[in-house]
């Protein structure tokens, strides 16, 4: 019994290069929806960051004081009008409140560093108000509220100084005028005394009242500059513990610790998929093999475990029987994963409705399936009645399945002469012995060392692909393609079914499987999409 010779895969479809698909946002999201324990990882990272800071660093607490500034002027108590004597520049009082002067007196005042004692003071000023509010930030409140008060005061005796010294100024240069004015009162004083006539005498004493006169203002106006007050303002509000605040909110650091945390993992995410691509979707399936989907098989999320649904199974063992016609060499291929649950589940799926199936395996994996066919059997048995399932008509054999490119079996007319039944006239003729069956002797004429196991309508046996030659339809648990080629050569005496994992695949992995059939020259049937793995 041999399998028809498979066609040769279409040199168009193979040259040809995957479709162009859509980009839509499900296809960005996927990536971090499957990396979910990376993502979720960097993001407890960036919390548990984020509250080592506040445990570890103290928290800054904020002390204010405000301070009323009041403009410098000659006569306090004159109605105040459009003079620019009453009008104040804040933005020049506020850098004059962080200037250097300032901070220094801070900084020598609390033994702090001046970039530090800079960084950590700040003076706002409210809208149409001759106020500046000094914030003060400092790990204690205590602290706080002693630099804050200290900068506060720096500030009002800087610009008292500021105005003593422009008051000073001011006076000596009065006195300078005063002195050369009165000078001059004693030369003309003098030359009154000294003049004759009534004509220089009356022009002597009216140059002398004219000085006098000059004097006085001169006088008056060193008067006023010396009474003018240089106090440039109040602390109307001093600082006090009761009035500290946090600086921040604990709750906002957490908040951004776990955001920062869950940007990087995205961003991880998006480099470790960039370098270890899986399958993801049928389309990716289709684009890196370019076979035809035969079913996609679930897994139902149970307490007890979770295993495939059954209907699936059901509907990938229908494709897989319109596809072969019997005697048929199934091997179930992957690249890196172990086929035995799909290949159990096929065998009870095809075996239910009436079929023989003989499930060979050559890697030691012959309990594994036998358990799992059993228990397959168990969930089919109390899902329905077996018997009452309708059985399809088999398939004539040479019939090939309607589009599946499979060359029919050509009925050859058996020999009028068995093996060894015709005389030899030779004199050193060969004696032709009949093939022998692998396994003969068991008990009820079973070959040796094949487990039978009656599901349904039919029967699955499980043994050895040698055990199996004779079988009708025979299910390959090929072993990873990567590590072994028994697979692929078996493959090349029947078909062959890929076997993709989702989540779990890598597409160079499917890939280079996909190479290796096509290279073998074996023509895959088409792949069947399983569960969904998470990395």
């Known amino acids: 019994m ?24 499900s296809d960005l999201l996927r990536v971090p929806l499957h990396r979910s324990r990376l993502v979720a990882g960097a993001a407890l990272a960036g919390l548990l960051a984020a509250l080592g800071y506040l445990l570890l660093v103290p928290p800054a607490v904020t002390a204010s004081a ?44 609390v033994g702090d560093d001046p970039r530090d004692v800079r960084d950590a003071l700040e003076v706002e000023v409210p809208t149409g108000g001759q106020i500046l509010r000094f914030l003060y930030r400092a790990p204690g409140p205590q602290r706080a509220v002693r630099s804050v008060n200290l900068a506060a005061e720096a500030y009002l005796d800087v610009r008292r100084t500021m105005y003593e010294q422009q008051r000073a100024e001011m006076l000596r240069s009065y006195d300078e005028s005063i002195a050369k004015v009165v000078a001059q009162q004693g030369v003309v004083q003098r030359r009154v005394g000294a003049v004759r006539g009534a004509a220089g005498a009356d022009a002597a004493v009216a140059e002398l009242a004219g000085i006098n006169s000059q004097l006085t203002q001169l006088n008056a106006a060193r008067t006023e500059i010396a009474a003018v007050d240089v106090n440039p303002g109040w602390v109307t509000q001093v600082a006090e513990r009761a009035l500290v605040s946090a600086a921040g909110t604990r709750p906002l650091h957490l908040l951004a610790g776990l955001l920062g945390g869950l940007l990087a993992g995205v961003v991880l995410a998006y480099l470790v998929e960039s370098v270890d691509r899986r399958v993801r979707s049928v389309a990716d399936g289709r684009e890196l093999t370019g076979l035809p989907l035969l079913g996609t098989v679930r897994q139902s999320r149970l307490r007890a475990g979770r295993r495939a649904v059954d209907a699936d199974l059901r509907y990938v063992a229908m494709a897989i029987a319109e596809r072969v016609h019997q005697p048929a060499r199934v091997s179930l291929v992957t690249a890196r994963e172990d086929p035995t649950p799909l290949t159990a589940g096929l065998a009870v799926a095809l075996a239910a409705e009436g079929r023989d199936v003989f499930v060979a395996d050559d ?60 005389p030899s006239t030779e004199a050193d003729a060969t004696l032709t012995l009949p093939r022998p069956r692998y396994g003969h002797g068991g008990a009820n004429g079973r070959p040796a060392g094949v487990d039978e196991v009656a599901v349904g309508l039919g029967h699955i046996r499980i043994g050895t692909w040698r055990q199996g030659a004779d079988h009708e339809l025979v299910l390959y648990n090929a072993p990873p393609a990567e590590a072994d080629e028994r697979g692929v050569a078996v493959a090349r005496q029947g078909t062959a079914v890929v076997v993709v994992e989702r989540d779990r695949t890598r597409q160079g992995d499917l890939r280079r499987l996909v190479d290796r059939l096509r290279a073998a020259g074996v023509t895959p049937l088409g792949f069947v999409l399983t569960r969904s793995g998470r990395v």
């Open 363 to 422: 890697s030691g994996r012959g309990e594994l399936l036998r358990d799992t066919v059993l228990v397959d059997r168990v969930r089919l048995d109390a899902g329905a009645d077996p018997t009452q399932r309708i059985v399809p008509k088999p398939r004539p054999a040479g019939t090939p399945a309607p589009g599946s490119g499979v060359r029919p079996l050509v009925a050859r007319r058996p020999s009028p002469h068995p093996p060894g039944a015709r």
């Open 2 to 25: 041999t399998d028809p010779v498979p066609v040769p895969w279409a040199p168009g479809r193979a040259m040809a290069g995957p479709p162009i698909r859509t980009l839509t946002l």
């Open 66 to 109: 405000v301070v009323a500034v009041r403009p410098v002027v000659t006569d306090a108590f004159t109605p105040s009008g459009a003079g620019a004597d009453r009008a104040v520049n804040m933005n020049v009082e506020s850098g004059i409140a962080t200037g250097t002067a300032v901070v220094q007196r801070l900084a020598d005042a």
